[in-house]
Structure formats: structure tokens, C-alpha cells
């Protein structure tokens, strides 16, 4: 090949022999003779299976318990929350209720106090109102019966009642003596017997009228 040409076309010839050259192995690699055995890198290790079993059940009862431990956790304040909000449900209607109670049963209980003070005084008084209607019914007594008494000639007084009303009367009629005479009875009233005449007082009307008020 003529050297302008050469420097363009592959020299196929040279790439052959360069391929049928021989490959000389550099001397850092050891030759197979050389190289020791497989059996010499394999080494026997032994495994205890009861430790690895009970690392196994350690490592696993350790994380139920953490994960259990935590659900009660969770559970339980979830539980107290419950607990809180259900509290506080009856309170609130426990104030609710009490407050429609109050409201109704007020007025009703200041009516009943009312109504039983009320009673209470009257019967407290009921002796002292009895008492100042009795004298009283005595005293217009006694007026009525000064026109009999000043007479001259007195005709015969016959007084008829309870024993305390008598006594009453016997103290204002005590000057004129005999002309006056007192027969006891249960009656309320003082009935007072001149010739034909006859006077009564109204204390038992007034009794059946207090009677009846404090019933």
C-alpha cells in the first residue's frame, strides 16, 4: 500500500497479528495451580437456637407490652374523659332541675308558711281574743242590767253560765246581795233570768265564728 493511502485505510493485517499474539499474565496474579482451595475459606459457625428463640420472645413480648401498655393508657384516659363529660351532663341537669323545682315549689311553699303562720297567730291569739270578747260581753251586760238595778224594789236575778263568766259578773253585782242569785251550767253563753226578761250574751256565736275562721 502506498503511504498516501496508508494513512486513511486500516491495516487490517496488523490488527491480526496483534489478535494472534499471546497474553502474557501480569505477575501479580496467581495461577491457578497456584490459588488454594474453596474448602479453605468455608468456616462452620454454630447457632444457639434456645438464645436466638429467647431473644426472639423477649424482643416481641417487649413490644406487646409497650403497644398494650399504651392502648390502656389510651383507654383509660379516653374512659376518664367519658366519665368527665357524663358528670357534667347530670350536674347540668341536676341544676336545671332543681331550678324548675325551686320555681315551681317557691311560691307554693311561701303560701303554705304564710297560710300556717297565719293559722299559728290566730291560734296564739285565739285564747286573748276570747278572753277580751268574754269581758266585754260581761261589761254590756252589766250596763244593760243598771236600769234593773237601781229600782228600788228589786225583782229576783237569776244568773245561768260557766263558772268563770259568773265569777265575773258576781264581782260587779257583788253590792246588791241576794237580789242576785248564780246557777252554774256548761253553757258558753251568760243568761240572765229578771222576773220575765231574759238576757243572753253571744259568745257562743262568736266561739263558732273564730272556730270556723281558724278551721
Known sequence: MNSPLARYLRDFGAEAALLAAP?????????????????SFAQTVEVD??????????????????????????DLEALKEQHAREIEQQRLQFEDGLADYLSKALPDLASRLSAELSEATARVLSPLLKEQVMRGAINELVEELKPTLAKEILEQITV???????????????????????????????????????LVTRLSAFAADLERVLA
Open 23 to 39: 497474553i502474557e499474565t501480569p505477575s501479580h496474579f496467581a495461577s491457578p495451580a497456584e490459588m488454594p482451595a474453596l474448602e
Open 49 to 74: 437456637l434456645d438464645a436466638e428463640r429467647r431473644e426472639a420472645y423477649d424482643e416481641g413480648h417487649l413490644a406487646a407490652t409497650q403497644s398494650l401498655t399504651a392502648k390502656h393508657a389510651e
Open 160 to 198: 245561768f253560765g260557766p263558772v268563770h263568766l259568773c265569777d265575773l259578773l258576781k264581782v260587779q253585782l257583788e253590792e246588791k246581795g241576794d237580789a242576785v242569785s248564780f246557777v252554774h251550767t256548761d253553757d258558753t253563753d251568760i243568761r240572765v233570768e229578771i222576773g220575765d226578761s231574759l
